[in-house]
């Protein structure tokens, strides 16, 4: 009896304390706990760290935040039945901000639970969309629309118009995220945005992949599915747009990206409506919210449906002179479109320089989108690289 009176009056570690004020939402006591010494690794019995508990709340958000500012570990590992790092649980919950602030911060993506699935597994079983795009759009080498062939191989150049679909595809890594071998990279394809769950994934370390033959009016990528026998031809969505396509064979590959895709870091931001094109169709700039499929809300999150090449121009360049090299925003200092020409031009307001003005001026007339990230042109200003 005296030993169990001893035990209840021993004071409690100062880990376990913080670790219990994290659900009380106390961010003073935790920072004047961690400023005397207090861990913030400190698990429960089933393996959670402060930083797990407050990114399974969508009211703890701010405790996730100071936590991590006070340099809690964003890839701790719970093991067990409800296993995972932060990442993981945020993801399966659906906690947009939450996700958002730890990729920020460098959450490892390809940390693979105990049943075996990364955070963006999770994020697609539980169809959170918005996170399923947020996570792809952190790790991908490649995401954007492509056109998709669908009927007979010998069709294809009678009517490649008539047989072929609009997709949403992303190239990222697959693999364990300790690895140090170069990583193997999956093809996702999507039927829209809408969807958290793929309609076709290739495992393109398995895949036959033939480079596109861009002497043709209208070149694709074709990717044979040795596993099941399939043969997937992807096209650009513009006819004749290279390099979109050269891209994406890149990716397929594994080059990664001259520029990765951004990362969000604002934790906080104002909302605004999703972007769209001429047509009303949802264009991937701007991230549908992380609920389940069907949900309505939207975020203010933007992202390049392809990955940039270039850094947006300010409003107000019109003709004046830029002082950075063309040459190094992207594999070639030619046109995209006529390949010929020098780059001379640049889209606006996305700021992407891609051709020459005479090729910039008619894809505006005719087509009215960038041939980068397909955003809708306003003007098309002259560059000059010195």
């Known amino acids: 009896m005296g030993q169990n009176l001893e035990a209840m009056n021993k004071p409690r570690p100062r880990a376990e304390l913080l670790y219990e004020l994290v659900r009380t939402r106390n961010i003073v006591a935790i920072k004047a706990l961690c400023e005397e010494g207090a861990s913030l690794e400190w ?19 701010d405790v996730a935040k100071t ?17 995972g790092t932060p990442l993981h649980h945020a993801a399966k919950r659906g906690l947009s901000q939450s996700v958002k602030l730890l990729l920020s911060h460098g959450a490892n993506v390809l940390v693979r639970d105990d049943d075996s699935q990364t955070p963006l597994d999770v994020a697609r079983i539980n169809g959170h969309t918005g996170i399923v795009r947020e996570i792809e759009k952190s790790i991908c080498y490649f995401s954007g629309w492509l056109r998709e062939f669908y009927g007979p191989g010998f069709l294809e ?43 076709t994934v290739i495992a393109l370390w398995k895949a036959k992949i033939e480079e596109p033959k861009f002497q043709q009016k209208d070149p694709a990528v074709i990717i044979f599915d040795q596993p099941t026998g399939t043969r997937n031809t992807l096209t650009a969505p513009l006819e004749g747009d290279k390099q979109q396509l050269q891209q994406l064979y890149n990716a397929c590959i594994g080059i990664p990206p001259v520029t ?12 605004a409506a999703p972007q769209t094109d001429e047509s009303g169709t949802y264009s991937g700039w701007g991230v549908p919210d992380s609920g389940p499929v069907g949900s309505t809300t939207q975020h203010a999150q933007t992202s390049d449906n392809v ?4 850094p947006p121009i300010p409003e107000d360049l019109d003709g004046a002179s830029v002082t950075n090299d063309v040459k190094d925003e992207g594999s070639s200092s030619s046109c995209a479109i006529c390949f010929v020409a020098p780059i001379e031009g640049a889209c606006m307001p996305c700021g992407h320089m891609a051709g020459c003005m005479a090729c910039l001026n008619e894809i505006k007339a005719k087509k009215g989108v960038c041939p980068i990230c397909r955003r809708k042109i306003n003007r098309v200003v002259r560059i000059f690289a010195v």
């Open 43 to 61: 698990a429960d019995s089933k393996g959670k760290t402060p930083l797990i508990v407050a990114c399974m709340n969508h009211k703890l958000f």
């Open 157 to 199: 150049a009678l009517m490649p118009q008539l047989l072929s679909r609009k997709i949403w595809v992303v190239v990222i890594p697959w693999g364990s995220s300790n690895s140090t071998m170069p990583h193997k990279m999956e093809l996702v394809i999507y039927p829209d945005l809408q969807k958290a769950q793929p309609r």
């Open 260 to 271: 990765p895709p951004p990362v969000p870091t604002q934790t906080s931001t104002p909302e």
């Open 307 to 310: 990955s940039p090449s270039a």
């Open 67 to 83: 936590l991590i500012e006070l340099g809690a570990n964003v890839n701790a590992y719970s093991p067990g039945r409800h296993a």
